[in-house]
């Protein structure tokens, strides 16, 4: 599983949030995760629905500042944010970041124009 994870990213390119997706029930995730979907635990420690921590997320991804974004569509440089001048190496991946659903990145709170909700 964990091959066909980094061969998906590997071959994507830029970061993207991915569409969301049917689950199960009423549950959604992102189109781009698809293959981890059938087992919680793979994103959720200690086998808390609720429990995530950025260690889930740098496990497979690496460190934001690692991870590239496509700068031409940015609308300024400075809007990248895995190169944050507030947050060094880059915020919190939650705080930006969400499987279940859409979120605005934390960014957005102040620049408004910046960013979309993902």
């Known amino acids: 599983m964990l091959t066909a994870l980094l061969v998906t990213l590997a071959l994507g390119g830029a970061a993207q ?13 992102r189109a781009n995760h698809e293959m981890l979907h059938d087992d919680c635990s793979n994103c959720h420690v200690n086998k808390n629905k609720k429990a995530m921590d950025d260690s889930t997320c740098i496990e497979c991804h ?18 990248n944010p895995h190169k944050s001048v507030h947050f060094g190496d880059g915020a919190s991946c939650l705080a930006c970041h969400s499987e279940h659903k859409q979120k605005a990145p934390i960014c957005s709170d102040c620049h408004r124009t910046w960013f979309k909700v993902m």
Do not use: F, R, T, Y
């Open 62 to 79: 690496g460190k934001p500042s690692e991870i590239a974004i496509d700068e031409s569509i940015l609308p300024v440089h400075e809007a």
């Open 17 to 29: 949030a991915g569409e969301m997706i049917k689950m199960k029930g009423k549950l959604e995730g």
